[in-house]
């Protein structure tokens, strides 16, 4: 089946600092993927739709400033977060639809803002 | 408005035991519904799908939902429970979206299986 992949799958790094988060589709294009954010023993919310070759979609709350997403090839898409401050750590998936509405899930990346 | 419950933040079963995980869905038209599950530290993985063919879905690892229009729910069961099936379970509904669609997931159920 098709296959997502994240990069890194863990990062730690100190507060203020960027950090970016790469999503990538190994054997398919992707015009559209999704980026999510779960905190510990909660469900998957939805941050943004990443669209190639336009403007990222927020969803209602989300700082679009602050994680800001690029999607500038048919198979990469990418979420940065600025200044990370300890309450972003959180683990961040993304996803790629395919047939039928399912989507491919990426294997998550876990950041931890000290 | 759209939305997925699952009823039972937790749920405990002996090996052997038949699973069942409830979900009921809002959803002002015809939805399409998914489980998937989640094991530690990783993504999600796709267990099963209806859209809008048969009710009676079959995933893998034996599990299986039903999808009951007149009472807006798609729990999913498995008959024997193993310790593999440990994880947590994630309902969703599809709706569409500006230039395609999104996902709204339910809360999600974590699933104890007991030797």
């Known amino acids: 089946g098709a296959v997502v992949s994240q990069h890194p799958s863990w990062v730690i790094c100190k507060s203020g600092t960027s950090v970016k988060i790469e999503c990538r589709s190994l054997d398919f294009q992707a015009t559209t993927m999704f980026w999510y954010r779960q905190f510990p023993k909660q469900s998957l919310m939805l941050m943004a739709t990443s669209n190639e070759g336009s403007k990222a979609t927020y969803e209602q709350g989300v700082e679009k400033d602050k994680f800001l997403i690029n999607h500038a090839s048919l198979t990469l898409s990418t979420l940065t977060v600025t200044s990370a401050h300890p309450e972003d750590s959180s683990f961040y998936i993304c996803s790629a639809p395919g047939r039928g509405d399912e989507q491919y899930f990426g294997p998550g990346t876990r950041l931890t803002v000290t | 408005a759209q939305s997925v419950t699952q009823l039972g933040s937790h749920v405990s079963v002996s090996e052997g035991a038949l699973v069942l995980l409830r979900c009921n869905y809002s959803?002002?038209?015809?939805?399409?519904l998914f489980w998937y599950v989640q094991y530690p530290n990783q993504g999600l993985q796709l267990l099963l799908k209806?859209?809008?063919?048969?009710?009676l879905v079959k995933g893998i690892n034996g599990f299986e939902a039903e999808f009951k229009k007149s009472e807006t729910s798609f729990h999913l069961t498995k008959p024997s429970a193993h310790m593999s099936d440990a994880a947590e379970y994630f309902c969703?509904?599809?709706?569409?979206?500006?230039?395609?669609?999104?996902?709204?997931f339910g809360a999600g159920t974590r699933l104890f299986v007991k030797a």
């Open positions: 969703a509904v599809t709706l569409p979206n500006t230039g395609g669609f999104k996902t709204i």
């Open positions: 959803s002002s038209v015809p939805p399409y």
């Open positions: 209806y859209t809008s063919a048969a009710t």
